[in-house]
């Protein structure tokens, strides 16, 4: 094999192993990030009921804190449905107001945008 092609190797495979670290320092971030949220920001029903476990809640109270639970959930979906179309309202007349004032391309940007915002956010409560 001649030093051309013993470089060309040499580069492929240098290309190859920074890959697989940047990809495994990529991974391990990640994880790292995960653990470190979820013991801020526990999201979701599972880390609500282990904070709930954490008090060590004898069977009377655990049932009377989901029961507590559950009609308060029963009470803000009643008001989420009662103000949900003032919203709405609220906001295509903030939509209306907007798209006067942007250009085309403004608007199209900022609904794009705002979209993204939304999906990052991820899907509300019902």
């Known amino acids: 094999m001649d030093n ?6 040499r580069m492929r495979i240098a290309a190859l192993i920074i890959f697989v670290l940047g990809f495994s320092a990529g991974a391990l971030a990640y994880n790292v990030f995960r653990a470190w949220s979820g013991n801020h920001f526990e999201a979701g029903r599972g880390g609500f009921e282990q904070m709930l476990d954490s008090l060590q809640l004898n069977t009377e109270q655990k049932t009377q804190v989901h ?3 559950a009609d308060t959930r029963e009470q803000l979906q ?23 004032v942007l250009t085309p391309e403004q608007w199209t940007q900022f609904q794009q945008k705002r979209d993204e915002m939304r999906r990052r956010r991820g899907p509300r409560m019902p």
């Open 4 to 9: 051309a092609n013993k470089s060309k190797w």
């Open 67 to 69: 029961q507590i639970l």
């Open 78 to 100: 009643a008001l989420r449905k009662e103000t949900e179309p003032r919203f709405n309202e609220i906001r295509q007349r903030t939509d209306d107001r907007l798209q006067k």
